[in-house]
C-alpha cells in the first residue's frame, strides 16, 4: 500500500474528473475534426465515455481494500453511530449512564470484595506468611536472649525463606512541639524483602547499618504533617522523645502490619522493645508446613537450650484480616452488584430494542437505497460499540468515585479488614465493561437482524402504519422489563431487612448509659510500679488528675470496660439450686464503688460495692441469676465456677439491670457478675469518665495521664469514647445496609425508567391505534386503562417473580439479621407499595400521553 | 455481497485482457487515455471495441498495482493530459500474461480444430 496517494482522497477525486475531462476535450476536438458540430461532438464524446458514475463506483471498488480506506469507512461509521446517538439525546444520555452506572457500580464491589475477602494481604505469595510464637510449656519462660536465638536460627532454617520481626505500636511523633499519636512498626531491616514488591517513594528501604537510629514514613503522615517536603529524608525526627532519621517515604499503597501504621522503625532483633515480640516468617515453598515447624522448633532449642519444649504457634498473616462478618457479607454483596449489573444491563437492552421501530424505518429506507445487509448491521455494531466506550468511560469515572468515597466515608467498616489499598481493580474493569458492551451490541443487533431479514418493501409498509413492531423484538423488550422489576423486587426486600437489622441493632437495648462516656486504658509500667501500693498510688494521682479536667462528673475504676471488655469466666457453672448448669462463658467486671452509678445500671434487689461495708459478695446480672436460680431470688445464694484458672465459689450480694452487646456475633454478648475492685488496680489499669455536659478531648485526657508519672509512655495510655465501641459494631451492618439500599434504589429507578420508556414508546407507536379506537368512540379513560394495564401487568408479573426470589434470598441472608424474621410484614409491605407505586408512576405519563393525543393533529400528521 | 477479489485470479477474463492491451499499448513510449482508447481500437483494426469508461478504472487498477505510473503531461494537441509510463514490474507483467495468453490460444485452438465448413 503507497499511503501518500490514498492519504489525499480529495485530490484523487479530483484527478480523477479532471483525466475524465481531459479525454472528453481530446475526444470532441477528434469528433469536431470529423466535421460534427461543437455540441454534436461533445455528446458523441459523452457517449463514448459512457456512464460516469459506474466509473466512479469502479473507482471506489478499486480503493476499498485499502487499509485507509477501511480505517476511513471505521470514522465514518463511528460518526454516523455518534450522529444516531445524538439525535436521541435523552435516551442515549440514559443508556450511557445506566451502562457507566453498570460498570462503575460492579467494579467498585469487585475492587471491595478482592480487598477485603481475596486479597487482603496483596504482597506475592501471601499464603506463605505467617506470625510464629514461641508458646513455652508450664512453669517456663522465654527470655528475650532466647527468641533473639531463635530468630537468627530461623535466618538460616531451610524450613523459612525469611524470619523477621515486626511489631505494631502506638508512638508519639513531635513536629514543631506538637505530638501526634500514630501507629507505628518496628520492623527488622528485612522485612521489605520479605514482604516483597515495596519501592519507596522518596529515599531508600533499610539495612542492617539503619537499626536504631533509621525510621520510615508513611506517605499520609508525610502529607498531613510534612506537607510533603521533599528534603525530608536525611532529617531527623523525634519519636517518643528519642531522634531518629528518616530514610525513606513509603507509598500509601504500602499497608503493614496494619491498615494504618504510619512509622517504621527500624530495630534489631536481639533488642526489640516488645517483651514478646511477632516473628513473621515467610515459609519455604518446598516444605510441607508439619516438617517446616519441626525444622524450626529443632533450630530454636539448638540455639538455646533454655528453649526445650516450647512449641510453635503459627498465625497466618491473612487470618488477621479475614473477617467472619465479610465472610458471610460477601457471597451476599458479590449478588447483589451482579443482580443490579443484570437489570442495568437488560434497561440497556431494552431500552435500545425500544427504539426498534424508529431504527427499523431507517434501516428499512436504507436497505432499500441499496445498502447490504453487512453494511446495516456493521453499522448497528458502529452504534453499539460507541455507546458501549462512551458507557466505560463514564463507568471509569463512577467507579474511581465510589472507590474515593468508600475509602473516606466507610474506614473503619472497610480498611480495618484489609491491607490491600482498594485501587481499581483492573481485570474487574475489563470484564464488566466486556460484558456490558455485549449487552449492548447484543440490543444493538437484534433490531438490525430482524429489520434487515424482512424484504425492504414489506418493512417499508409495516413502518408506514406505524402500529405494530417485531413481535420478537417486543416480547424480548417485555421479558426483560419482567426480570428488571423481579430483580428490583429481590434486592429491594434484601435491603429493607439489612436496613431493618441495622435500625434494630442500633435501637437494641443495651443497658446501660454510652452516651458521654470515656474509657481509658493504662499499662503501669512494671519498672516503675513493682507492687500493689506503688500502683494504687499511681492510680490515686491519675484519678485525681481526671477528676480536675472540666465536664468530670464520675470516675470509676474497673477491670474490663463495657460493652465486651470483661475477663471471660469460661468453666462449668453451679448453684445451691439443684442441677449444674454446664459449660458456660460469662463475663466477670472486677468493678470499684463508682461503677454502676457511672454506667447508670440500676440495682434491683440487694445492695452494691461500698468501700466502707467489707462484707464478702458479688453482684449478678439478670440472665446470669435467671441461668443460675430461675425464678428465684438470688440474694443471699452462692454460686461455683470450675474452670481453668478460673474457680471459685462466690455469694451473691446484689443482683442489678443486665446490660447488652448488641450484635450479631451473639456470643459476644454474655451474662455477666461483677466482683470487687481492690484498692490496687491490675495491669492494664482501666478507667471510665463519666461526663457533663461533654467530655474532655481524648488527647487531653492522654496528656494528663502521661503527665501523672515519667515512666507512662505513649503507648501505655489508651483513651477511646465509648459510643464507638457500640459504633464500630454498627459499621459493618451500616455498610452493608447503605450498600444494599443503593443497589436496590438503583434497579429500583432503573427498572422504572425502563418501564416509563418502553411504554412512552409504545404509546407514541400506537398513536394511529388510539386515533382509530378514539374515532370508533373509546372514551380517553377506556385509552389510558389500556396503557396501565399494559404497563401494570408487566410489573405485577415482576413482582409476583421477585417476591419468590426475595424468599430464597432472604433465607439466606439469615446470618445477617438481627431481630427481623424473613416474614416481616413490615418488609413485605412496605416493598411491595414502594414497588407498586414506583410502577404506577412510570406508566401514569406514557398513559396520559395516550389519552390525550389530538386526533386532528393526528390526522394531519399523515 | 461476495468481495471481489484483485490480482491475477480475477475470474473476470476480459478484464485481464484489458490490463494486457493496455500494457501492450504503454509498452515503447507513456500515453494517456484518449490515445491507449485508440490504439488499442485502431491496432486490433477495429476488431476490438473498447468501453472508453472502462478503460479508466482499469488504469487506475494498473497503477495501484505497481504496473504503470501516472503523471500530468501536455498531449500532442497542446492539452493537459494524464500519462502513462510502464514500469520494470509491469513489463515482466506483461511478458508472462503474454506467454499465458499464447498458450491459452494454442490450446484453444487445437481443440476447435481447423476451420470446417
Redesign the interface.
Known amino acids: 500500500v503507497r499511503w501518500p496517494r490514498w492519504f489525499r482522497r480529495e485530490r484523487r477525486e479530483r484527478d480523477l474528473a479532471e483525466e475524465l475531462e481531459s479525454y472528453l476535450t481530446h475526444e470532441t476536438a477528434d469528433q469536431a475534426a470529423r466535421g460534427l458540430s461543437d455540441t454534436d461532438a461533445r455528446r458523441t464524446a459523452h457517449r463514448q465515455l459512457g456512464n460516469m458514475t459506474r466509473i466512479r463506483e469502479a473507482e471506489y471498488e478499486i480503493r476499498r481494500g485499502h487499509l485507509l480506506t477501511r480505517l476511513e469507512s471505521i470514522w465514518l461509521d463511528g460518526r454516523l453511530a455518534l450522529r444516531s446517538l445524538a439525535r436521541r439525546p435523552s435516551g442515549s444520555v440514559a443508556a450511557i449512564s445506566m451502562l457507566g452506572l453498570a460498570i462503575g457500580i460492579t467494579t467498585a464491589m469487585f475492587t471491595v470484595v478482592d480487598a477485603l475477602s481475596l486479597r487482603p494481604v496483596p504482597f506475592p505469595q501471601p499464603d506463605t506468611l505467617a506470625y510464629v510464637s514461641l508458646q513455652p510449656a508450664r512453669t517456663q519462660t522465654v527470655t528475650s536472649d532466647a527468641s533473639a536465638a531463635a530468630l537468627r536460627a530461623w535466618q538460616h532454617s531451610p524450613a523459612f525463606v525469611h524470619a523477621e520481626s515486626a511489631d505494631s505500636d502506638t508512638a508519639g511523633i513531635s513536629v514543631d512541639g506538637v505530638v501526634a499519636v500514630r501507629r507505628i512498626s518496628h520492623v527488622t531491616p528485612g522485612v521489605f524483602d520479605m514482604l516483597g514488591g515495596v519501592r519507596p517513594l522518596l529515599g531508600r528501604l533499610v539495612n542492617a547499618s539503619d537499626i536504631g537510629h533509621s525510621v520510615l514514613l508513611s506517605e499520609d503522615l508525610w502529607r498531613s504533617l510534612f506537607q510533603a517536603d521533599r528534603e525530608i529524608v536525611g532529617r531527623s525526627v523525634t519519636i517518643d522523645g528519642t531522634p531518629q532519621v528518616v530514610v525513606g517515604v513509603l507509598p500509601s499503597e504500602f499497608r503493614f502490619p496494619t491498615w494504618n501504621t504510619a512509622l517504621w522503625q527500624v530495630v534489631s532483633p536481639e533488642h526489640p522493645p516488645a517483651t514478646t515480640p511477632n516473628r513473621l516468617v515467610r515459609f519455604a515453598p518446598n516444605v510441607p508446613p508439619p516438617d517446616a515447624l519441626r525444622l524450626a522448633t529443632e533450630a530454636a532449642i539448638a540455639a538455646d537450650p533454655s528453649l526445650a519444649g516450647v512449641t510453635l504457634r503459627v498465625r497466618p498473616l491473612i487470618d488477621q484480616f479475614v473477617d467472619p462478618y465479610y465472610q458471610r457479607a460477601m457471597p451476599v454483596l458479590v449478588g447483589g452488584v451482579v443482580l443490579v449489573f443484570l437489570v442495568l444491563c437488560a434497561n440497556v437492552s431494552s431500552l435500545l430494542l425500544a427504539r426498534l421501530t424508529a431504527r427499523q424505518r431507517e434501516l428499512s429506507m436504507r436497505s432499500a437505497l441499496g445498502a447490504p445487509r453487512r453494511r446495516l448491521i456493521r453499522q448497528a455494531v458502529a452504534e453499539s460499540c460507541v455507546l458501549g466506550a462512551l458507557g466505560t468511560v463514564a463507568g471509569i469515572a463512577i467507579c474511581w468515585t465510589l472507590i474515593a468515597l468508600s475509602r473516606s466515608w466507610l474506614s473503619e467498616a472497610f480498611p480495618l479488614h484489609t491491607l490491600n489499598p482498594l485501587s481499581i481493580d483492573l481485570r474487574a474493569l475489563v470484564v464488566t465493561a466486556g460484558s456490558g458492551v455485549v449487552a449492548t451490541l447484543v440490543a444493538g443487533l437484534i433490531p438490525a437482524w430482524m429489520g434487515t431479514r424482512l424484504a425492504p418493501n414489506a418493512l417499508l409498509r409495516v413502518a408506514d402504519r406505524g402500529s405494530t413492531d417485531a413481535r420478537g423484538a417486543r416480547a424480548l423488550t417485555r421479558t426483560m422489563l419482567v426480570g428488571e422489576i423481579a430483580l428490583a423486587c429481590t434486592l429491594l426486600v434484601a435491603a429493607t431487612l439489612l436496613v431493618r437489622s441495622f435500625i434494630n441493632l442500633s435501637n437494641a437495648d443495651r443497658g446501660l448509659d454510652p452516651k458521654g462516656k470515656l474509657g481509658v486504658m493504662v499499662w503501669l509500667p512494671r519498672q516503675a510500679f513493682p507492687d500493689p501500693a506503688s500502683r494504687a498510688l499511681g492510680a490515686q494521682r491519675i484519678e485525681e488528675g481526671v477528676r480536675q479536667l472540666p465536664g468530670v462528673r464520675h470516675v470509676a475504676w474497673s477491670y474490663g470496660l463495657p460493652p465486651h471488655g470483661g475477663g471471660t469466666w469460661s468453666g462449668v457453672w453451679s448453684s445451691d439450686a439443684p442441677g449444674t448448669i454446664g459449660q458456660m462463658d460469662v463475663a466477670g467486671y472486677a468493678v470499684g464503688p463508682d461503677f454502676f452509678a457511672l454506667y447508670g445500671i440500676p440495682l434491683i434487689r440487694g445492695r452494691l460495692f461500698d468501700p466502707a461495708d467489707q462484707r464478702p459478695g458479688v453482684v449478678v446480672g439478670e440472665r446470669l441469676a435467671h441461668l443460675l436460680w430461675p425464678g428465684l431470688d438470688p440474694v443471699g445464694r452462692t454460686f461455683r465456677v470450675d474452670g481453668r484458672g478460673t474457680t471459685g465459689t462466690f455469694h451473691v450480694a446484689g443482683l442489678v439491670k443486665e446490660t447488652h452487646f448488641p450484635s450479631l456475633d451473639a456470643t459476644l454478648d454474655m451474662p455477666q457478675f461483677y466482683l470487687p475492685l481492690g484498692t490496687a488496680p491490675t495491669t492494664p489499669a482501666m478507667l471510665t469518665i463519666g461526663c457533663d455536659p461533654v467530655c474532655p478531648q481524648t488527647d487531653l485526657v492522654r496528656q494528663l495521664v502521661l503527665a501523672t508519672h515519667p515512666s507512662i509512655r505513649v503507648r501505655d495510655v489508651r483513651v477511646q469514647v465509648l459510643e464507638d465501641v457500640y459504633l464500630e459494631q454498627l459499621a459493618r451492618p451500616r455498610a452493608l445496609a447503605a450498600l444494599g439500599l443503593a443497589f436496590a434504589a438503583i434497579a429500583l429507578f432503573a427498572s422504572a425508567g425502563g418501564l416509563f420508556s418502553v411504554l412512552s414508546y409504545a404509546v407514541a407507536r400506537r398513536k394511529r391505534e388510539f386515533g382509530i379506537r378514539t374515532a370508533l368512540g373509546a372514551s380517553p379513560n377506556q385509552i389510558r386503562r389500556l396503557v396501565l394495564r399494559q404497563g401494570l401487568l408487566v410489573a405485577a408479573s415482576g413482582m409476583a417473580i421477585g417476591s419468590a426470589t426475595a424468599w430464597l434470598l432472604a433465607r439466606a441472608l439469615a446470618a445477617l439479621q438481627y431481630g427481623v424474621a424473613i416474614t416481616d410484614p413490615v418488609t413485605w409491605c412496605s416493598v411491595l407499595s414502594v414497588l407498586g407505586l414506583t410502577t404506577m408512576a412510570a406508566c401514569w405519563r406514557p398513559a396520559r400521553q395516550a389519552m390525550r393525543h389530538d386526533l386532528v393533529a393526528l390526522l394531519r400528521e399523515e | 455481497?461476495p468481495r471481489?477479489t484483485?490480482g491475477n485470479s480475477r475470474g473476470d477474463f476480459l478484464l485481464g485482457t484489458l490490463d494486457m492491451l493496455i500494457l501492450r499499448s504503454v509498452f515503447s513510449a507513456p500515453a494517456?487515455?484518449?490515445t491507449i482508447a485508440h490504439v488499442i481500437e485502431k491496432s486490433s483494426s477495429d476488431i476490438l471495441q473498447v468501453?472508453?469508461?472502462?478503460l479508466?478504472?482499469a488504469l487506475?487498477?494498473l497503477e495501484?498495482r505497481g504496473f504503470i505510473s501516472g503523471f500530468w503531461g501536455t498531449?500532442e494537441?497542446n492539452?493537459?493530459?494524464?500519462y502513462y509510463r510502464i514500469t520494470p514490474l509491469g513489463r515482466k507483467h506483461l511478458i508472462a500474461e503474454r506467454s499465458r495468453w499464447q498458450s491459452l490460444v494454442e490450446g484453444v485452438s487445437r481443440v476447435l480444430g481447423p476451420a470446417t465448413e
Open positions: 455481497m471481489k484483485r494517456h487515455g484518449h468501453e472508453h469508461g472502462s479508466y478504472p487506475h487498477r495501484d498531449s494537441s492539452r493537459r493530459a494524464r
